[in-house]
């Protein structure tokens, strides 16, 4: 299973750390209520798969 599947309204922001080294695709998948997600940049090709059927153009990412 997925780690924040389905959030909901439980997720609105994410901030991950600079020096995490691993985030599994499909780990916040249908978190549909992100507003804000604060990730390192080398995650930038990962998003879609990380953040399986949330639309990113609705959220605020920072890549740091």
Excluded at 38 to 44: A, G, N, S, V
């Amino acid at each position: 299973s997925w780690a924040f599947d389905k959030c909901f309204s439980l997720c609105k922001e994410i901030i991950f750390p600079k020096n995490i080294q691993k985030i599994l695709n499909y780990s916040f998948k249908n978190c549909r209520f992100l507003k804000e997600i604060i990730i390192p940049e080398k995650f930038k090709n990962d998003m879609e798969k990380i953040f399986y059927q949330v639309d990113l153009t609705k959220v605020n990412i920072t890549y740091i």
